[in-house]
């Protein structure tokens, strides 16, 4: 079975500071990775996706299949980043699969 | 624009109340979800439903079972509530646009539901 860590539960940096948010995985065949953002009293979000490569609101995310991690950076942090964020896998079955494995999310806080 | 509601915001029972979750989508999605959201243990996936009638256990399925009767609609029921089902419910859906492809989850806002 496949299973997503982050490894941390609450995440404090300072605006114009570097962030990255860890996510590694288990999972023995080729997985698609996803990160999920909830801002304060907004519903659940798709950010980004491993196989799109693109930058989202200055988020990037690059899968490494070696070290089976898939963190989330951004090289300067603003305030309306705050917010939980979710690392999600996807198993590729290759016969139609929809469900999701979610972590247990990691809370960012940007102290201004 | 992609809209998943549900029928309460918040909701408080008491135990051994049969509780009823409901979720409805407006974009002709095949696929529904419904999770459970707790602190510190993150989403977690309680049954999902990829077409019409048909239902798939997820991750934690025991004290929960769900309904889907028609393509927009998919309840989730709670046959007899317990305090430890205390919790905030999302439900989302998806469309299922070729075999291989994944397609964006689009979430609810949230039922947070109350057992006392």
């Known amino acids: 079975a496949q299973r997503v860590t982050q490894p941390e539960k609450l995440l404090s940096v300072f605006k114009g500071a570097p962030v990255e948010l860890k996510c590694n995985y288990s999972y023995s065949g080729s997985p698609e990775l996803f990160w999920y953002v909830q801002y304060s009293r907004q519903r659940l979000q798709l950010l980004l996706r491993?196989?799109s490569r693109e930058s989202i609101k200055g988020f990037t995310a690059d899968l490494n299949k070696g070290e089976t991690s898939f963190h989330l950076k951004k090289p300067f942090a603003q305030e309306e980043d705050s917010a939980m964020y979710y690392c999600a896998l996807r198993p590729y079955s290759g016969a139609g699969s929809y469900q999701l494995t979610f972590g247990k999310g990691t809370k960012l806080s940007v102290i201004p | 624009d992609v809209k998943v509601t549900q029928s309460s915001r918040y909701l408080v029972k008491r135990t051994g109340e049969k509780v009823f979750l409901e979720c409805v989508q407006d974009m002709d999605h095949e696929n529904m979800f419904w999770y459970r959201q707790d602190p510190g243990l993150g989403l977690r996936l309680i049954y999902f439903?990829?077409?019409?009638?048909?239902?798939e256990k997820g991750d934690i399925p025991e004290g929960y079972s769900v309904s889907r009767e028609k393509k927009e609609r998919f309840s989730l029921i709670l046959e007899s509530a317990s305090t430890n089902q205390t919790s905030m419910y999302l439900c989302?859906?998806?469309?299922?646009?070729?075999?291989?492809?994944?397609?964006?989850?689009?979430f609810g806002p949230g039922t947070r539901l109350t057992v006392l």
């Open positions: 989302a859906s998806s469309n299922r646009q070729g075999v291989l492809s994944y397609n964006e989850q689009f």
């Open positions: 491993h196989i």
């Open positions: 439903s990829y077409d019409v009638k048909m239902k």
